[in-house]
Nanobody, 120 residues
């Protein structure tokens, strides 16, 4: 069983930055592809970004490309989401997720989410 716990959310003004963390326990984190999703008010959950188990390959939604950066520290079993130039439309609950495999696909495990609110 893999447990994911997000932290780092909060209230920030437009143009500001936040860094989210996702700490994993259980399983073999260093061999897992990891990703971030978000769900804004009244919206469906959407993909934000993902990172390969090696950390070499990343992918981003067009809406965050150039502003958000995903990274991981396998020694700390943690994946990060650095969010810069935040916009009000980035307001959402952000979820960490993993397929618990080396490949990417529909995540098998999810965190509880952390709220990010961007004020205009």
């Amino acid at each position: 069983q893999v447990r994911l716990v997000e932290s780092g959310g909060g209230l920030v003004q437009a143009g500001g930055s936040l860094r989210l963390s996702c700490a994993a326990s259980g399983g073999a984190f260093s061999t897992y592809a990891m990703g971030w999703f978000r769900q804004g008010p009244g919206k469906e959950r959407e993909f934000v970004t993902r990172i390969s188990w090696t950390g070499v390959s990343t992918s981003y939604a067009d809406s965050v490309k150039g502003r958000f950066t995903i990274s991981r520290d396998n020694a700390k079993k943690t994946v990060y989401l650095q969010m810069n130039s935040l916009k009000p439309e980035d307001t959402a609950v952000y979820y960490c997720a993993t397929t618990a495999t080396t490949g990417w696909g529909n995540p098998r495990y999810w965190g509880q989410g952390t709220q990010v609110t961007v004020s205009s």
